[in-house]
């Protein structure tokens, strides 16, 4: 926990985890979500990724930020679940709204079905492709985090998130979806 400590050189590891799942846990939960397809696992993985972080939390040596550290936990728990053999079912409903705006009710729909048919052709990408996407641009990190956090060249998940973009492009515009 040397990374951690303050200037103070204590800290109360609940009082952090608690900060941490506060700040990061909507982020780890979409993170799951978008890896798993799949609401309820999505919860277990970020108890399960929290859990991880708690029990590890003196191996962090502060090398990248908390939140890198934490994707990187999320990533390796979401890999491990769909690598079980229990894990075969995926379901698409609308687990996690998108929020609306104060649009038109006319101009929500058409929104609310393109988010949809977006998400559908994100989830439907192969898994290489969907994880970079969704670190980029649903959680916003930059292709330099996502190389730690995938542990890849950084090279490598520029041209991953060029692939994912231009097939979801392709999968899009075959369905006449503007995105």
């Known amino acids: 926990m040397g990374a951690l400590l303050g200037a103070g050189g204590a800290v109360d590891r609940d009082e952090l985890l608690t900060q941490w799942m506060e700040q990061y846990g909507t982020r780890i939960l979409h993170l799951a979500y978008f890896y798993l397809k799949d609401r309820h696992l999505a919860e277990d993985v970020a108890q399960e990724v929290f859990l991880r972080a708690y029990r590890h939390m003196d191996s962090f040596r502060g090398d990248s930020a908390v939140y890198t550290w934490l994707y990187r936990i999320a990533v390796n728990v979401c890999r491990d679940r769909a690598r079980s053999p229990w894990w075969r079912r995926v379901t698409l409903p609308g687990q996690l709204p998108l929020a609306?705006?104060?649009?038109?009710?006319?101009?929500?729909?058409?929104?609310?079905?393109?988010?949809?048919?977006?998400?559908?052709?994100?989830?439907?990408?192969?898994?290489?492709?969907?994880?970079?996407?969704?670190?980029?641009?649903?959680?916003?990190?930059?292709?330099?985090?996502?190389?730690?956090?995938?542990?890849?060249?950084?090279?490598?998940?520029?041209?991953?998130?060029?692939?994912?973009?231009?097939?979801?492009?392709?999968?899009?515009?075959?369905r006449g979806v503007t995105a």
């Open 100 to 174: 609306t705006g104060g649009e038109f009710p006319e101009e929500a729909a058409v929104q609310a079905d393109r988010r949809q048919a977006v998400l559908e052709h994100v989830l439907a990408l192969p898994v290489h492709y969907r994880e970079v996407l969704v670190l980029y641009y649903y959680q916003d990190l930059s292709t330099g985090d996502i190389a730690r956090v995938l542990d890849l060249p950084e090279n490598t998940v520029k041209t991953r998130l060029h692939r994912a973009r231009q097939q979801l492009r392709d999968a899009l515009s075959a």
